[in-house]
């Protein structure tokens, strides 16, 4: 199989960005939080809109070349066992991977990580005939495989080609995370994780990398880092001119 | 459909309970559980099993819930059953603990299609932070 991470992208700087400058969503953390959520959530409490997950990249400090985090997700979700054998590179599943971005005028470069953007307003749940695909209350954009019917609408909707579809039987899954043959995926921003109040996987090895190129916590709460870097420098929304509000921002590009 | 499902647990429970004896209906062998007891008593798992897991699969999915008293995950670590030369069984072996009934009362599962139907070994991946 091609080495995760390696494969680039042929969209223009421009399209990537979205036309012109638009502001890129200021709504993202809004206002004072009331409530304390630094320590985890309660098992048997249900997650709720007070929180908002979110990642902020600074692709400044994103180093070109590195796959960390690439890696880190497919080792976590076991997204590379070995089971699609027939599969084109393309065709396998993938949940983030690193896009190089050149601007033409001035030669700068810059390499970022692209996922599923856990917007606001998603339109892969908009076209999801079955409610498979949803939005949970703390803005986490996921599918619920008991009842995707495989019909990859949401792939089409998706502006970031952030979900892949499984083609065929799988056999070597983890425990905590369940994929099987029929359905689409993406990231979950590592679901398993965050219940538990840990860091994405892809998160803790960018830090493990020494990169620190992801922030990631609560963009409801302003004392949480990523709120407090939000509110530092300034950050766009990849896309900002399809209005979405994604939950991933970015530094730096 | 309900009716029919309600006679189908009954017959179960019945073939299975020692209240009548039916010498010559074979019985499933259902092998126990790594402990002492079930998370309910088995008179109640063995009627309403689906019915537990199926709402805490709705409940962890949908509303982040993830209390382990009737997550498929704690079935699974506790119910293993070994095979010959003492590897734990997949679901793809007969012997394994949610077929015992289920190929005996014809009922097809779907769910180890994606879930894991053997323990995933404690501390190898998730709390490394995926760094290989």
């Keep these: 199989m091609s080495k995760p991470g390696s494969e680039t992208s042929k969209i223009s700087r421009r399209k990537f960005l979205g036309t012109g400058i638009t502001v890129a969503g200021m709504s993202v953390a809004p206002g004072v939080s009331l409530i304390n959520v630094a320590e985890a959530r309660p098992l048997d409490q249900p997650v709720s809109s007070k929180q908002r997950w979110g990642i902020l990249v600074d692709a400044n400090k994103c180093s070109k070349g590195c796959t960390s985090c690439v890696d880190a997700c497919f080792t976590e979700n076991g997204l590379n066992r070995g089971d699609e054998q027939h599969s084109r590179p393309g065709q396998k599943a993938q949940w983030i991977r690193k896009i190089d971005l050149r601007d033409k005028a001035t030669g700068h470069e810059v390499s970022l990580p692209l996922f599923c953007q856990h917007c606001e307003h998603p339109p892969c749940t908009d076209v999801c005939p079955t409610g498979a695909s949803f939005k949970r209350k703390d803005g986490l954009v996921l599918v619920d495989k008991h009842i995707c019917i495989g019909c990859r609408y949401c792939m089409m909707a998706c502006p970031y080609k952030a979900r892949s579809f499984i083609h065929e039987e799988l056999t070597h899954q983890f425990e905590y995370a369940p994929r099987g043959k029929g359905t689409v995926e993406g990231c979950t921003l590592c679901v398993h994780r965050v219940d538990q109040g840990r860091n994405p996987a892809c998160v803790d090895a960018c830090n493990a990398a020494g990169h620190k190129a992801m922030y990631f916590g609560d963009l409801k709460d302003s004392n949480s880092e990523v709120s407090k870097q939000l509110k530092m420098h300034s950050s766009k929304a990849i896309r900002a001119d399809l209005e979405l509000n994604p939950g991933i921002r970015y530094r730096g590009i | ?132």
Excluded: W
């Design chain 2, 1 to 132: 459909m309900k009716y029919l499902r309600m006679m189908l647990v009954l017959l179960t429970v019945v073939l299975l309970g020692n209240t009548i004896v039916l010498a010559d209906v074979p019985k499933p062998v259902i092998p126990k559980g790594n402990a002492e007891e079930c998370v309910l008593p088995k008179e109640e798992m063995r009627v309403d099993h689906m019915n537990y897991i199926l709402h805490q699969r709705d409940e962890t999915m949908h509303r982040g819930i993830r209390t382990k008293k009737f997550s498929l995950k704690g079935c699974i670590d506790c119910h293993t059953v070994k095979d010959d030369a003492g590897k734990i069984v997949s679901y793809k072996d007969k012997k394994h603990f949610c077929n015992s009934c289920h190929t005996y009362a014809a009922v097809n599962i779907d769910c180890f299609e994606c879930h894991a139907s053997t323990p995933t070994a404690k501390g190898t991946i998730s709390s490394t932070g995926g760094k290989k």
